[in-house]
């Protein structure tokens, strides 16, 4: 049997390796695809895979031709594995930016700046806050601090038509900020977004609400990594949000005071994805994060546990808040959004509605799953001395009104009014039923069980006269069984007891 000589093997193994060296030099260097291919599979990803394809170019030199963009939603087949994105094309629409085909309105500063602030901004129903935002950002950024920052406007509306008006309004608006490069307005020219209709419902949301939730970490996700090397620092904000004087120089002091510390985020407000301020060298990591598992959770949510696989082990928010949420109506449609942050200098909490000896009703607790309007709380209706009433805009199926009394009542006339004179569709309708019940439970908080149904609303309104009156009664319950279209108020409320 013949013997290999020790050169020979060495020959071998010589050569097995540059074979091998070459196979793997031209897999990692060989681009996936030619720009053309990618162009042409992402139109017939458009056909079965987004809910809509935007290819309008709006280059600096084609912009005059965008207003004739038309508004199309692709029709999208009920082909149970339509919702299966090629995630290779995915990446490439969110991670290969053009940043002069995205850029609508402003330019690009030569000198890499502090703070780039960014603002994703979608059409609203019948209402915008971009302005007032806007005009409070550049007002609390003194002149002299205006080349450090970056407001980078990003209309992601599928909506082409409001984009083009939106971008030419804003930049007529605010032009001298636009040219200076102090405010950009951009649009990507290529971008789809997944079919929402076969996303997975989670957390008991609706699917509207899954659709909305995970369309933002898309935008989020985008916005990144569009920002990802103009500034030292990224802050997420939103587009109904206003500021305070020196709001700069105290991101400033607390990013300096938290220098040594391991975080991925530090925090300027105490609400969800508002004020939150990233290093810009984590954007790519950040953005990839929130792509990879957009439909998982909302975007604040991925952050925090994005913040714990980092190493970031506790919040660091800085107080009082710099931000304050100042929108009502909500980007979701057919939400009112009244939350606002507690800890923003000025903020008024709403003055308490308590009973008082002089109230015509029994003392009670006055329990609602239905969030009222500004300071038109729920027990305004209840308690007329507040000289008040109750409007919400919850009016959902199952919203419910409940008047819980400290001590059993002996009930013998109820009258309940909804709606007024300046709202007079405000109104409970038929569907509206009032109920009482004999005892309450301690079930996901306060619920009057076992009620027993006494009568539905007629004309807004709900009149009860009893000879003999219900005795004992520890809860009187007013419950909607349908969506109301609108808003309702509840103006007064008179229970006689014996």
Not at 72 to 78: I, R
Not at 141 to 155: D, G, K, N, Y
Not at 252 to 261: D, M, R, T
């Amino acid at each position: 049997m013949p013997r290999c000589s020790l050169r020979s093997t060495f020959s071998v193994l010589c050569t097995a390796f540059a074979i091998y060296t070459l196979v793997f030099m031209l897999n990692v260097f060989t681009p996936y695809q030619r720009k053309s291919q990618v162009k042409d599979n992402l139109l017939n990803l458009t056909r079965k895979d987004v809910l809509y394809f935007d290819s309008h170019p709006t280059t600096n030199k084609v912009r005059q031709n965008i207003s004739h963009s038309v508004d199309a939603q692709v029709d999208v087949p009920d082909d149970k594995h339509s919702h299966e994105l090629d995630r290779k094309l995915l990446e490439d629409m969110y991670f290969k930016i053009d940043h002069k085909e995205a850029l609508l309105f402003g330019n690009f500063r030569k000198k890499r700046g502090f703070l780039t602030i960014a603002l994703p901004s979608v059409k609203r129903k019948n209402v915008s806050y971009l302005e007032t935002t806007l005009e409070s950002l550049i007002k609390h950024t003194a002149p002299s601090e205006r080349e450090q920052v970056v407001i980078v406007i990003f209309l992601s509306d599928s909506n082409h038509t409001w984009v083009v008006e939106r971008a030419k309004e804003i930049y007529k608006a605010f032009h001298s900020h636009v040219l200076s490069g102090f405010i950009q307005i951009v649009h990507p020219p290529h971008i789809a977004y997944p079919n929402f209709k076969y996303l997975e419902r989670k957390f008991n949301d609706s699917m509207t609400r899954v659709a909305w939730r995970s369309k933002q970490n898309l935008d989020y996700s985008y916005l990144m990594t569009y920002s990802r090397n103009m500034s030292k620092y990224y802050l997420q904000l939103e587009d109904d949000v206003i500021t305070i004087k020196g709001y700069l120089s105290k991101i400033k002091s607390f990013i300096g005071h938290n220098l040594s510390k391991t975080w991925l985020f530090l925090r300027f407000s105490g609400m969800g994805f508002i004020g939150v301020l990233f290093r810009s060298s984590d954007l790519p990591k950040v953005a990839e994060f929130l792509l990879v598992l957009f439909d998982e959770s909302p975007g604040d949510l991925l952050i925090n546990d994005l913040k714990r696989i980092k190493g970031q082990l506790k919040d660091y928010r800085s107080r009082p808040s710099l931000f304050q949420h100042l929108g009502l109506v909500s980007s979701l449609a057919n939400k009112i959004q009244k939350i606002q942050d507690k800890d923003f200098p000025g903020y008024v909490k709403p003055k308490s509605i308590v009973w008082t000896p002089v109230s015509p009703n029994a003392n009670a607790d006055i329990l609602t799953n239905m969030s009222p309007y500004k300071n038109l709380q729920p027990e305004a209706a209840y308690f007329p001395s507040s000289k008040h009433y109750f409007w919400t805009s919850d009016t959902k199926n199952g919203s419910y009104y409940r008047i819980v009394f400290k001590e059993v009542q002996n009930i013998s006339a109820i009258s309940i009014f909804s709606g007024n004179e300046k709202h007079p569709d405000d109104k409970l309708t038929s569907s509206t039923s009032v109920s009482v019940s004999y005892e309450v439970k301690a079930i996901n908080g306060t619920e009057c069980s076992n009620r027993k149904q006494i009568g539905l609303f007629e004309n807004g309104e709900f009149h009860l006269n009893l000879t003999s009156p219900f005795l004992n009664v520890k809860c009187v319950s007013v419950d909607l069984h349908e969506d109301h279209e609108t808003w309702v108020i509840i103006r007064d409320i008179s229970i006689r007891t014996k």
